[in-house]
């Protein structure tokens, strides 16, 4: 599976971005698709995942503020953010799971400004 992600930026505090990830290649194989983010010098943590089933899990830092959804393909995948503080600045990594196998893709920046 392949995946592009689009749609970072900068923007300021309270600021919307929406944030859109392709799949290609096996993607009826895909069991959950997400996203995950890692700022400076932090580990890599998941933000948001949508099951085959369009189940849904967030970070609790996110919850109320981000919407992760399909797009009008079904190897689409949205993450609208919302209400956005500085500590969401990260490079934001799409993620697919297919059975064992982990795909991940290049990551897109948004900055939150204060």
């Known amino acids: 599976v392949q995946l592009v992600e689009s749609g970072g930026g900068l923007v300021k505090t309270g600021g919307s971005l929406r944030l859109s990830c392709v799949a290609s290649?096996?993607?009826?194989?895909?069991?959950?698709m997400g996203w995950y983010r890692q700022a400076p010098e932090k580990q890599r943590e998941l933000v948001a995942v949508?099951?085959?089933?369009?189940?849904?899990n967030y970070a609790d830092s996110v919850k109320g503020r981000f919407n992760i959804s399909r797009g009008i393909t079904k190897n689409t995948i949205l993450l609208e953010m919302n209400s956005l503080k500085p500590e969401d600045t990260a490079v934001y990594y799409c993620h697919a799971l297919t059975g064992l196998f982990n795909s991940w893709g290049q990551g897109t920046l948004v900055t939150v400004s204060s």
């Open positions: 949508i099951t085959a089933s369009d189940g849904t």
């Open positions: 290649g096996s993607i009826f194989s895909i069991d959950k």
